[in-house]
């Protein structure tokens, strides 16, 4: 099992900065691929970015050149640098880890085996 907890969310001003941690607990050694997601209200959760445990990653087109993930060494540590942000960018901000590989997507939220609670990034104009 793997526990996912989120942090560093809040509330900025468009065209600021927050970075978000996710810190994996349990048996990490079992997952391939970690990403961000988020939901907004009203709307379904879409990806942001994920990253491969070989370093490979995507992103969303709506955060591209504005969103970096990364990880550190022992893929223990997950982060979501956002810059740039934009009120559009206002969601609550999830964490997911999954073991396969060949589920490493943007697209679809199935393929993740575990997820944190979340955390919330307001981006007021």
């Known amino acids: 099992q793997v526990q996912l907890v989120e942090s560093g969310g809040g509330s900025v001003q468009a065209g600021g900065s927050l970075r978000l941690s996710c810190v994996a607990f349990?048996?990490?050694?079992?997952?391939?691929?970690m990403g961000w997601f988020r939901q907004a209200p009203g709307k379904e959760r879409g990806g942001v970015a994920v990253i491969e445990r070989g370093g490979d990653t995507s992103y969303a087109d709506s955060v591209k050149g504005r969103f970096t993930i990364s990880q550190d060494n022992y893929a223990t540590t997950l982060y979501l640098q956002m810059n740039s942000l934009k009120p559009e960018d206002t969601a609550m901000y999830y964490c997911?880890?999954?073991?396969?590989?060949?589920?490493?997507?943007?697209?679809?939220?199935?393929?993740?085996?575990?997820w944190g609670q979340g955390t919330q990034v307001t981006v007021s104009s």
């Open positions: 997911a880890a999954a073991r396969r590989a060949s589920y490493c997507s943007l697209g679809s939220t199935a393929g993740y085996n575990y």
């Open positions: 349990g048996y990490t050694g079992s997952t391939t691929c």
